[in-house]
């Protein structure tokens, strides 16, 4: 078992389609690198723009992804298009049962 994140990314102005295509391929990558475990991930879109995601990371993943250079470079693309948020800063997040729009993984 690994450990289960909530994560929300604000788009920049004018980067919410290349955020979305980030996050598309966020999981499948991370999957990939083995740093991500099968288990389905989450995305979903706030009211205000923001994309959130709940994904699992393999037992220890997240030290290692810190020195993964392919790590690294993506998380360097997410700072070019993005501002990380933290999940109370959703007026979602108020609501006894926050709602979120589906993302299509497509």
């Known amino acids: ?11 920049k102005p004018g980067c ?10 966020h999981v499948p990558d991370l999957r990939r690198w083995g740093l991500a475990t099968a288990r389905p991930a989450l995305m979903m879109r ?14 220890g ?7 993964h250079p392919d790590v690294l ?8 298009v993005c501002d990380y948020v933290p999940l109370r800063d959703l007026a979602e ?3 006894m049962f926050a709602q979120f729009v589906p993302i299509d993984p497509g």
């Not at 078992?1 to 788009?11: E, F, K, Q």
């Not at 919410?16 to 391929?25: F, K, M, Q, S, Y």
């Open 61 to 67: 993943a997240i030290a290692r992804a810190h020195q």
């Open 1 to 11: 078992m690994g450990d289960i994140v909530i994560a929300a990314y604000r788009p």
């Open 93 to 95: 997040a108020a609501q």
């Open 73 to 80: 470079a993506m998380w360097a693309r997410y700072a070019e």
């Open 46 to 59: 706030a009211a205000d723009g923001t994309i959130v995601e709940v994904f699992e990371w393999c037992d």
């Open 16 to 25: 919410a389609e290349v955020l979305l295509d980030l996050v598309r391929d």
